[in-house]
């Protein structure tokens, strides 16, 4: 079964740290790009941090410098550390994996469920 599972959401106070943790199965992790998207309530989904299979890190820019998202191809994770966090990083926090196919050109995405981070006082 293809799937990710998202955890280490919850409530924290601005300026605090939270690592948010992506559990996938039923694909070859090791090839695919993963990325963290978040979504504030009214605002559309927004792509956060992606990292490629060979380990290269993309960041909006309203991240930059405060997130780090990193992968464990040997447990097939995906995290992001998010330092310094503030009251409009307050999201529900999405993992996507975007996937080879294994016998035909082209990729397919799998989103996991999502986890809500909140940071207030």
């Known amino acids: 079964q293809v799937q990710l599972v998202e955890s280490g959401g919850g409530l924290v106070q601005p300026g605090g740290s939270l690592r948010l943790s992506c559990a996938a199965s039923?694909?070859?992790?090791?090839?695919?790009?993963m990325s963290w998207y978040r979504q504030a309530p009214g605002k559309e989904r927004e792509l956060v941090a992606t990292?490629?299979?060979?380990?290269?890190?993309n960041y909006a820019d309203s991240v930059k410098g405060r997130f780090t998202i990193s992968r464990d191809n040997a447990k097939a994770t995906v995290s992001l550390q998010m330092n310094s966090l503030k009251r409009e990083d307050t999201a529900v926090y999405y993992c996507?994996?975007?996937?080879?196919?294994?016998?035909?050109?082209?990729?397919?995405?799998?989103w996991g469920q999502g986890t809500q981070v909140t940071v207030s006082s």
């Open positions: 039923g694909f070859t992790f090791s090839n695919s790009v």
């Open positions: 996507k994996a975007n996937v080879p196919f294994r016998w035909a050109a082209g990729t397919y995405d799998v």
């Open positions: 990292i490629t299979s060979a380990g290269v890190e």
